[in-house]
């Protein structure tokens, strides 16, 4: 089972949202379509589900064309944002909606062992005879994504459906989600802004940028090796730093200039930085306020904001004019204003193209 995107157009007025974009999913995986808010993933969501038409290009469910078939002849399931639930009906007899009015008829026995199996999955159990407002934001967003599974649908799509749901919820239904759809066979298309979405649950990603995917493979290699300065920087939980640099010489490695105050030395061959100016990006992860080993490359920061997330600190800096994120697995407080020694590692280095954005290499090939 696949679906496949070809050269799919769309626009609202004079606004070109989707640009002859071209995608294929393969059964099996389940594919977060990433990128900031506007890049256009709803209305591929929605495209590729057939709850609208493209102004140009064909949908393919398993080879077949299905551009022109209704949504309500397609075997798919949609979860949206909101959380969409009857609420005058109980959470029982939403999961079993589905199931009421498909064109297959079911028995009342065969329902009900569905829903409460669906429901097992999804936590639900002991509050199934409760209305929707009677329950928790994250179990009516698991109701709603249970109405979904019980329909068995081949095609699953799911329009940010933890966006509405607080920090800790979030984190537990991504654990879930994650365990729920890891042996499915059909396709699970999850449309995020947020990157963190892709990395713990994802197997394949897409960046969708400007109208069109810019990068799209396995998370771990799409996360490894951006083809491009944005997917690196969006691609990443806080996001990669990116910043300018000169070459100021050439030899054995290059020393790359930052700034006054920060040189990098890196080794890499003299030919592949033939140009004097290049973008560089390292991950927050790889910036210390320690050097125990004595092997990095120190600077000094100002303190913008010291912003703790779970169980992190991210440290947001200024060196120069730079801005630059330092990713702490603690919590610390720090002042703002106050002038620390920061430290980068100069083997976790990705260098652009500074006009292009087009990935050119990087220091070290290990995965970061």
């Not at 057939?50 to 075997?75: C, H, M, N, S």
């Not at 798919?76 to 589905?98: G, R």
């Not at 095609?155 to 365990?179: C, G, H, S, V, W």
């Not at 050439?250 to 061959?269: H, I, W, Y």
């Amino acid at each position: 089972m696949s679906i496949r995107a070809e050269n799919v157009c769309q626009s609202y007025g004079k606004q070109s949202v989707l640009k002859n974009l071209s995608l294929e999913l393969e059964a099996g995986s389940f594919f977060t379509l990433l990128g900031p808010t506007g890049s256009g993933k709803t209305t591929l969501l929605r495209i590729l589900a057939g709850i609208e038409k493209p102004a140009a290009g064909r949908i393919f469910y398993d080879g077949v064309d299905v551009t022109d078939l209704p949504v309500q002849e397609r075997k798919i399931a949609f979860v949206y944002q909101q959380f969409i639930n009857y609420p005058s009906m109980s959470l029982f007899d939403n999961i079993a909606s589905p199931l009421r009015v498909a064109k297959e008829k079911h028995s009342e026995s065969e329902i009900e062992r569905k829903v409460m199996e669906t429901a097992e999955l999804l936590r639900l159990t002991h509050v199934l005879h409760h209305l929707p407002e009677e329950v928790s934001g994250g179990q009516r967003q698991r109701c709603a994504i249970a109405r979904a599974l019980v329909k068995e649908a081949r095609f699953i799509f799911l329009d940010e459906p933890l966006a509405n749901l607080d920090y800790k919820l979030r984190e537990e239904l991504r654990t879930e989600l994650k365990q729920i759809f890891k042996d499915r066979d059909g396709v699970v298309i999850y449309a995020t802004p947020e990157p963190i979405d892709a990395l713990t649950m994802a197997t394949h990603v897409g960046f969708l940028h400007d109208g069109a995917v810019l990068q799209y493979g396995e998370v771990l290699d799409v996360y490894s090796n951006p083809s491009h300065a944005s997917v690196a920087s969006y691609f990443c939980h806080p996001q990669m730093n990116l910043f300018p640099c000169q070459v100021e010489s050439r030899g054995e490695g290059c020393l790359l200039r930052a700034s006054p105050d920060l040189t990098l030395q890196v080794d890499l061959k003299k030919d592949l930085l033939p140009a004097d100016h290049y973008l560089l990006g390292i991950r927050p992860h790889h910036l210390f306020l320690t050097d125990p080993q004595n092997r990095l490359t120190p600077f000094k920061a100002k303190v913008e904001l010291a912003e703790v997330v779970g169980s992190n600190t991210e440290l947001h800096l200024r060196h120069k004019e730079t801005k630059l994120t330092l990713l702490m697995q603690q919590v610390e407080q720090f002042p703002v204003g106050e002038e620390v020694t920061a430290y980068m590692d100069t083997d976790h280095i990705y260098i652009f193209d500074p006009k292009t954005g087009a990935f050119l290499t990087r220091t070290n090939k290990r995965v970061n």
